[in-house]
């Protein structure tokens, strides 16, 4: 696998940072108002469109290479808390259901070839494990649903318990995630350092366990051996 050259990430900020700043003057110019209760308003204004919308990008993220990391928080910046999280769970759903019944059909060769040795490992922490370990890699906020799915679906794991896994876990994430959204249009508030640290303790919480540690360097010096 091809590194990422380092002056990518330097290019990336200075794009966001430009569009940030285009955005600013350009909301400026039209009058609009950055707040909770304008945004919602606009939200509302569109009808069913607006989270018919929200649900498919999330149903459909992975086959337009949108992670979930960046939508989920837009359901609680746009619908709120509470509608951010039952819409996010269920996007999250019928993409994991989606993913589950084409890996059903396809078979685990193509996961092989595609994801490589990278995620053989998930493959068979989610053979062990079972539904459990769909439901942790879901709640978590970094975990890799996608992977995760694809793997179930290759396993011998039934339907249901897969459903129900990626249900909970789902649920978790959605909330986590929309809570985050809901405090982005006033950030700098004590809510939305509270749930940027709950964000950062839950992704970086696995890390103080040694045997994931030891998964990640292993990880590591496979992809510097295969890379070499």
């Known amino acids: 696998m091809t590194p990422v050259p380092r002056r990518v990430l330097p290019v990336l900020l200075v794009l966001l940072a430009a569009t940030f700043a285009a955005g600013s003057i350009v909301r400026e110019q039209l009058g609009i108002e950055l707040s909770t209760s304008a945004l919602q308003e606009l ?44 819409l996010g769970a269920t996007g999250i759903v019928l993409s994991a259901l989606i993913t589950f019944t084409m890996a059903r059909r ?23 494990a079972g539904p459990p370990a769909v439901a942790l890699v879901t709640a978590h906020p970094t975990g890799p649903m996608a992977a995760s799915y694809w793997a179930a679906g290759f396993s011998s794991m039934a339907l249901l318990p897969f ?25 700098g508030t004590p809510q ?17 366990h040694p045997a994931v540690r030891r998964r ?3 990880i590591r010096e496979h992809d510097g051996s295969h890379a070499a």
């Open 43 to 86: 939200v509302r204004s569109m009808g069913w469109k607006a989270p018919a919308i929200f649900l498919g990008l999330l149903t459909f993220r992975q086959f337009i290479f949108l992670p979930a990391i960046v939508i989920l928080p837009v359901g609680g910046l746009c619908f709120g808390t509470t509608v951010g999280t039952l």
């Open 106 to 128: 396809i078979g685990g060769a193509w996961l092989r070839q595609t994801f490589g040795h990278r995620y053989a490992w998930l493959e068979r922490y989610v053979e062990r």
């Open 163 to 187: 459903a129900l896994a990626v249900t909970a876990g789902g649920s978790v994430r959605a909330l986590a995630y929309s809570f985050f959204g809901s405090t982005l249009i006033v950030p």
């Open 192 to 208: 939305f350092y509270a749930a940027a640290t709950v964000l950062a303790l839950a992704a970086l919480g696995p890390l103080a």
């Open 216 to 218: 990640l360097r292993t």
